[in-house]
């Protein structure tokens, strides 16, 4: 695998993971799913932050990792 699309495929999956984080806050605040379903309602909910968090932050740092390897090798490059 290429490393754009591997960067691409970090974002994809940062992006999935907020979107996770924004699914399991809106199911508490807004959508009152523990309140509705009991217990049941607590564990989706925090089923979709913990997943969410699973995949935003390791890949986060790992885009990162990646974005200052390339630059260093574009700056390496050059002089």
């Known amino acids: 695998m290429s ?16 979107c ?11 959508a009152n799913l523990p309140q509705r379903l009991g217990v049941a309602g607590m564990i989706i909910s925090a089923g979709c932050i913990a997943i969410g968090l699973i995949l935003s932050l390791p890949t986060k740092m790992y885009l990162t990792f990646l974005l200052v390897k390339r630059e260093n090798e574009k700056r390496a490059k050059h002089k």
Do not use: D, N, P, T
């Open 3 to 18: 490393e754009s699309a591997l960067i691409k495929l970090l974002k994809i999956v940062i992006i999935s993971g907020l």
């Open 20 to 30: 996770l984080l924004l699914l399991g806050h809106y199911f508490i605040s807004y």
